[in-house]
């Protein structure tokens, strides 16, 4: 068997740069099906597509035994009272965890069972490491002023399910109100 090499990345707690490293970026347009109040959409849309977030990798095989690892940035922002988020996925391999550790920012990283019955919402700060148990979809959302930059690492053949979750969304929104930031149910919520 061919012996994969060791190597570093060079993470900037910063900025959240990782390098070398793959990026891929996500506009509001990406998004946009997963918001509330898709007249505010629309009315941002109309006048710009803003930059919600990006992720970038590590160039390991997706393979198993090797663990992928990233770092994601979103950038702060809401659509309406609604903040910025990922777009959020199961892993195709159910029995896959995770773990988010976060840099820079302040999150919320909202978790909910196949089925959506359990959801559960952990805060993101910088030093919190978060396990994403196997099974439980994942998606993180920027409640602060600045951006939201944490690193991830998972398993390298997780594969991503990300037609479940457009087609569901998630059981819970995170939102401002008078100035608070609150979870609520989501009324836009189908049980998968
Ligand atoms: C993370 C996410 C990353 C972006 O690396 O992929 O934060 O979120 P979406 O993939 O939902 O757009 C992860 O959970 N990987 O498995
Ligand atoms: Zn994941």
Redesign the pocket.
Known sequence: MKLFRPFNVVVDFETGNLTPGKK?T?YLSD?QHFFLDKEKVKAVLAKENPLV?E?I?AEVPEEPGHL???T?I?YPGKVGNEFFF????L?EKLE?A?I?FTLKGQGRLIMASPDGEECEVLEMFPGSASY?PPSWS???VNVGGEPLI?Y?I?FAD?G?D?AT?DKTGFPKVVLERNGEVVVENNPNWKKA
């Open positions: 891929i996500r998004i977030y992720v990798y992928a690892h990233c994601t979103i990922t777009k959020g996925h892993h896959t995770e988010y994403i994942h998606r993180s944490f991830c998972f997780a991503h990300y979750i």
